[in-house]
């Protein structure tokens, strides 16, 4: 049974340029998140959807950061352009979210550690 | 703000003993709470959880205890072994499918 899938696994850019990460959740679940994990500030939600559906994207730092979910296998996170301060690793999760169901299970990808030269 | 704290970094421990992470949250409209494990390289995985209407909960090696009167949870693992070194964080949701995560604390588990 495969588990959240992210690609690349590894990046290594240089600032200014375009950098899209990529997800596929788990097959039936109905959530996915975004995180950002940095010494600093620990696991950060960037943006999360609902049944493909943007809820919540306070936690994306600035417009050069975008997310779509264009149907319920696939996302992307997107960063133009990019900077140095944006190296990190990101990770996706998915979840099932629905009456009768433990809704606050996520489970995680393996992560795609970013860095910007 | 940070609403889910992990006081300590790092928590070093012998194998065989036990081994206690501590958690702290500051809103109280918290109703579920999780920790899951992290290995470098790996994603979060997901350990163990309690609801608030619960004060403990307990699978095999792993005890989550939850104080909400103190706003406090625990992980205690008995006996700690050598693969439990990792990284665990704590995390709560009020509800809905969104978690607030805290900063993680690095266990070490001496052979």
């Known amino acids: 049974d495969a588990g959240v899938i992210q690609s690349p696994r590894h990046e290594v850019t240089e600032m200014g340029q375009e950098v899209t990460l990529r997800c596929k959740p788990i097959?039936?679940?109905?959530?996915l998140f975004w995180y950002r994990q940095t010494m600093m500030r620990g696991l950060e939600l960037l943006i999360y959807?609902?049944?493909?559906?943007?809820i919540d994207d306070s936690g994306m730092p600035e417009d050069r950061f975008s997310a779509k979910m264009p149907n319920a296998s696939f996302s992307t996170l997107k960063i133009q352009p990019s900077e140095p301060r944006d190296s990190a690793v990101y990770f996706c999760?998915?979840?099932?979210w629905g009456a009768g169901v433990n809704t606050d299970t996520q489970y995680f990808g393996p992560g795609t550690r970013l860095t910007v030269l | 703000d940070q609403q889910v704290k992990q006081n300590s970094p790092s928590l070093s421990v012998q194998e065989g003993r036990i081994s206690i992470l501590n958690c702290d949250y500051t809103?109280?409209?918290?109703?579920?709470f999780l920790w899951y494990k992290k290995y470098p390289a790996e994603g979060p995985t997901f350990l163990i959880s309690?609801?608030?209407?619960?004060d403990k909960n307990e699978d095999g090696r792993f005890t989550v205890f939850l104080n909400k009167s103190a706003k406090h949870l625990s992980l205690h693992i008995v006996p700690s072994q050598p693969g439990d070194s990792a990284v665990y964080f704590c995390?709560?949701?009020?509800?809905?499918?969104?978690?607030?995560f805290g900063a993680g604390t690095i266990l070490r588990v001496k052979s």
């Open positions: 999760a998915s979840s099932l």
């Open positions: 809103n109280s409209m918290f109703d579920y």
């Open positions: 995390a709560a949701s009020e509800g809905g499918n969104k978690l607030v």
């Open positions: 097959s039936g679940h109905n959530s």
């Open positions: 309690i609801s608030s209407i619960k």
């Open positions: 959807f609902n049944n493909n559906v943007p």
